[in-house]
Structures are given as structure tokens and as C-alpha cells.
């Protein structure tokens, strides 16, 4: 049912259910005991466990957050923010997607040694009104063995004129305290401040800590990002890239941090105190959309891994991916 697995196809699993609403959600498990829960609304990722049981993904314990998960999804097109007259974070997010049974072939080995999903989306009659534009968004969503959770997006144009859009992969991780977390992998970039009118600022120190509300939007990043909790000694490494196609930007790689507690206290998703229990972090593409013309696909990829430990140097080699 749209998945692939090869090495372990005996003892991976695969299995849909339905949500407390009747949505379907597929369930990827590793045989480690590794997991990920991908509901069809909005195609978002709304669980990922290691193989001890622990959620690596912020989830709320306010109940009205229990009734839309959306907001915790990792698909946002066709713009990410308030730019044009559609909803908040653009539409994909809050469709129902289908489970593609016959996906085209990946350009890369996406499905090798993971058990995976593939869903679709295609834009509905509402969806043309207020954005008239034909797409397919194919994403894949894979488990590997050693518990690592990757999406593949892809978007192909199929209309008759070019469109442009932005994206990100919007990816609330659950931390100990945000007091105790830093970014590091962002040091002297440039970035855009939200909460200054988007001034542009270059980045000072050696690491992105949290003494108040950040919402920032760092420029031109490298493909991979460390968050360290220090309390819970662990790092999230963060890895990335887009079609290396020069008549498509590859400019994959804008990060935007929040909330803190002002803006926490009025969402209704967030308890008012579980502000410091999440980062969120985005692999995105913001300050020049893509340009798609008919015909053309735009690609990239997101992995998350999560390691025992408060620093690994290792992981911080800007210098390319190994994915």
C-alpha cells in the first residue's frame, strides 16, 4: 500500500488505522521499536518515538489541541506565513492527502532499509479558486532501522503556466526545557527578525540560545543543524537538501525558531506553560520562492535523527550530506 521496505521486509510493519475523527493514519514501525504515526490530514507526521517508547515530537496535552493536529504537521504550500489571501501556512497542511499505491521512482534510494509511505495531494475545485494552480505534491515519509525519520517532498507542476511558492517542513521538537537547548550550525548568518518588522540581522554568537521569544528566519544555512538539550542530553541532527537544479533556487535552508511565552498564552494548541517544552525548527524555503514551470519538479528532503549525546561535532559537517 504505497510502501517500500527491503532489508528487513520480514519484521518491519506497516499498518493504517483510524483516528477518534475516522482519518486514516498509517503507522511505521522499525524492529528496533522505532516509530511514526502519519495521519492523511494534512499528510503531517504527528508522532515519531525512539526505540524506547519517547515522543521526539512535541504533542499538547490541551485537549483542543488533541482535536486538530494540523498545527504540527511538516507541510506548508503554497506559502509559509501571511502573504497572500489563503489560510495561515498555505492549504496542504489542512487537506486530506491519499496514500499513493504506484508512486514514479524517486530520483535517489529513498526507500532502501526504511519502511515507508508515499502520499499524494492534488488541489480540489476550493483549493483553484483562491490558488489557481494544478500540482501534484507527492511526500514520502520513511522509518529506518536505526529510527531515523525522512520526508521526501516533491511537487510537480501540470498546469500550462509557471507558478511560484514557498515551503517548510514545520517541525516542533519536544525538549526538556528551552532554557536548555541551543542551536548550533547557524553562527554569522544573516536573518530576517519577525518580531522587528523582519529586519535583517547578522547572527553574533557561537550558538542560538533562548532567554526570550525568538522568531527569526536564518538565511542561506548550512544542509545540517544540531539542537542539543543538555538536560536530556540529547542532540537533534537535522539534515537537509533540495534538487541541486540551477533553474530551480536550492536555497533549502531557512530556519525560524518559536514561541515563547507571550505568544504561547494565546494559542489555543499550547497549555501556557508548554511553551518550554518545544523548539520549533524549519527546513524551509522563504526569502525566494521557487518558480516552477509547466512540467518541472522541485524536490527536498528533511531527516531527523536524534542521538545520545549534548554535542557531536561529527554531525556538523556543513561540507555535504550523507543521507
Known amino acids: 500500500m504505497g510502501h517500500s521496505t527491503t532489508i528487513w521486509d520480514q519484521k518491519s510493519e506497516f499498518e493504517v488505522i483510524k483516528d477518534w475523527n475516522n482519518i486514516d493514519q498509517v503507522v511505521l514501525r522499525s524492529p528496533r521499536g522505532a516509530s511514526a504515526r502519519v495521519s492523511l490530514h494534512g499528510g503531517q507526521v504527528i508522532s515519531w518515538r525512539n526505540e524506547r517508547g519517547e515522543e521526539l515530537l512535541f504533542t499538547s496535552s490541551n485537549i483542543e489541541a488533541a482535536e486538530s493536529d494540523a498545527r504540527w504537521n511538516f507541510n506548508l504550500l503554497p506559502q509559509f506565513g501571511n502573504c497572500r489571501m489563503l489560510e495561515q501556512h498555505g492549504f496542504a497542511r489542512n487537506r486530506m492527502w491519499i496514500i499513493d499505491n504506484d508512486p514514479p521512482p524517486t530520483p535517489s534510494n529513498d ?63 519536544s525538549v526538556s526545557d528551552i532554557s536548555e537547548v541551543r542551536i548550533e550550525g547557524l553562527e554569522t548568518l544573516d536573518y530576517l527578525d519577525n518580531l522587528c518588522q523582519r529586519e535583517r540581522f547578522t547572527e553574533q554568537g557561537d550558538a542560538i540560545t533562548f532567554e526570550s521569544e525568538v522568531d527569526r528566519v536564518y538565511l542561506g544555512s548550512p544542509n545540517i543543524v544540531a539542537v542539543l538539550d543538555h538536560e536530556k ?10 534538487l541541486p537544479d540551477v533553474d530551480i533556487t536550492t536555497e533549502l535552508g531557512i530556519f525560524c525558531m518559536e514561541p515563547m511565552e507571550r505568544k504561547s498564552k494565546t494559542m489555543v494548541d499550547f497549555g501556557d506553560e508548554e511553551y518550554k517544552q518545544t523548539l520549533c525548527v524549519d527546513g524551509a524555503l522563504i526569502e525566494r520562492p521557487v518558480n516552477l514551470k509547466p512540467g518541472e519538479e522541485w524536490t527536498a528532503k528533511l531527516e531527523l535523527s536524534a542521538i545520545p549525546s549534548t554535542y557531536c561535532s561529527d554531525h556538523l559537517d556543513h561540507t555535504g550530506l550523507s543521507m
Open 111 to 173: 526507500g532502501n532499509g526504511k519502511v515507508s509511505v508515499d502520499l499524494l495531494l492534488k488541489p480540489s475545485e476550493d483549493d483553484l479558486k483562491c490558488w489557481p494552480h494544478c500540482f501534484e505534491f507527492r511526500l514520502r515519509v520513511s522509518l529506518a532501522m536505526d529510527g531515523n525519520l525522512t520526508m521526501v517532498s516533491r511537487i510537480r507542476n501540470i498546469d500550462s503556466k509557471p507558478f511560484s511558492f514557498s515551503f517548510a517542513y514545520h517541525t516542533y521538537l
Open 233 to 242: 542530553k540529547r542532540t537533534f541532527v537535522i539534515r537537509k537538501e533540495g
